[in-house]
């Protein structure tokens, strides 16, 4: 059957887009911030279809399934709901971001636990499936997937009563849903399956690596991971279950419950709030599954072959890494370094606390701790362990790699660098 995509402009701005071969039409939006009739240089306009949604939870704390059932023609104006999350009285991107108070978002946050794994898509104008243009999914702006308790919680109880695939991941699994879908639908939207590239910073960084060394089979060639890597102590290495099982179990004391099914029913609200209660640190952490990570994860790199190539010419996966000046998960170690470290037998005073110097001189060193030496452990373990021949890149955000690895680098001059600008208002900014 044809692939072909039909499209048409209409008077509310709107175009009508063919997803696939069964004729299932999408209709999304022509995107003014970034479309020629605001660049008027630039004589291309730029599609967006918004929550389109790749998975079906089940139910709490059950593995997603991918989604292929759509009516024959879908709207895909709006943003689609948000995984539960503690709130906030401003929004945390918008925070981030440093958004003036004029202009941070007002509109209400919607929530749905079993609705919120959507993705959104941008596209040049007119794009169909032989244009077989990158793509680029990143993982903090066009994929949601389920966050906190419900996507990081993990235990034998949960294994035993729900099934081995659904003992925990939940979130990271979701990401690897997202991309499984992004690879089998893409096409019509004038992107390539064989040209997939992840990206993210920060905790989307260890998201993206989780990926690379997941037992799941890989859908993506290439990808880009900016501040933060997995295997750093009290950081980023993936918890056994007996550890998770912990967690799970003063999750469920906290609460009043005894049961799984009863945990299920527990309203999200109070869920979050317990786990805030009863987790220390602000990072979320995998878990050591043999389903989506093995004990030998660190040994394992997992990339898709570039699409249409022959053997001799194939491509080698490619990683590009580097990290953020003051990366905002260093100052939450800062802040917070009395809950990971013994008090010293002498109080520092208040002057020595609050000197910038010294807040400069310890985030560099937790900078070059957890970004500069993960980077040079995962390159030493790709060179040694990878069947793939893995070419990785450093790019350089602020300074350069003050290890003495980094001769195993292609290194760029340093620079500033604004990864992206992101497509789309505000409230599609998913933090991870």
Known sequence: MNFTTYYKLFA???????LTFSYKFFRGITHNESSHDVYEDDAISMWQFRGIKYGKIPARFMQAELNEEFENFTDYYHYGPRCPQKTRLVRLEDA??????????????????????????????????KSKLPVMPIVHVALNYRLGPLGYVGSEELRKELGN????????????????????HIAPF???PGRLTIYSESAGSVCVESQIHSLLPPHFHRAIMQSQTMGQPLFSTPQSIEAKSDIYN????????????????????????????????SIELGMIDDEFFGKDWRTRFSFKDQEGESIA??????????????????????????????????????????????????????????????????IAHAQAHSKHKVIVRQFIFQQRNPLLTAGNFTISQPM????FIFIGRRESLMIL
């Open 12 to 18: 509310d701005n709107s175009i009508t887009f063919l």
């Open 96 to 129: 981030l971001i440093g958004i003036p108070d004029r202009f941070v978002n007002s509109t209400k946050e919607v929530f749905d636990e079993l609705n919120c794994l959507d993705v959104i898509i941008t596209t040049p104008d007119g794009q169909d499936k």
């Open 165 to 184: 695939i659904n003992r925990g991941n939940y979130g990271l699994r979701d990401i690897n849903l997202a991309i499984t879908w992004i690879s089998k």
């Open 190 to 192: 004038g992107g390539s």
């Open 250 to 281: 003063k999750l469920k004391e906290n609460i009043g419950v005894k049961t799984v099914k009863e945990l299920q029913q527990v309203e999200w609200k109070k869920l979050i709030e317990a786990y805030g209660a009863i987790k220390t640190g």
């Open 313 to 378: 010419n194939k491509t080698p996966p490619e990683v590009m890494m580097g990290n953020t000046g003051r990366e905002g998960t260093t100052e939450e170690i800062l802040r917070t370094y009395h809950i990971t470290i013994p008090a010293a037998p002498v109080p520092a005073s208040d002057r020595q606390l609050t000197d910038p110097n010294l807040a400069d001189s310890l985030l560099t060193i937790l900078e070059n701790l957890f970004f500069y030496k993960g980077t040079a452990e995962f």
């Open 416 to 419: 500033f660098w604004i990864s």
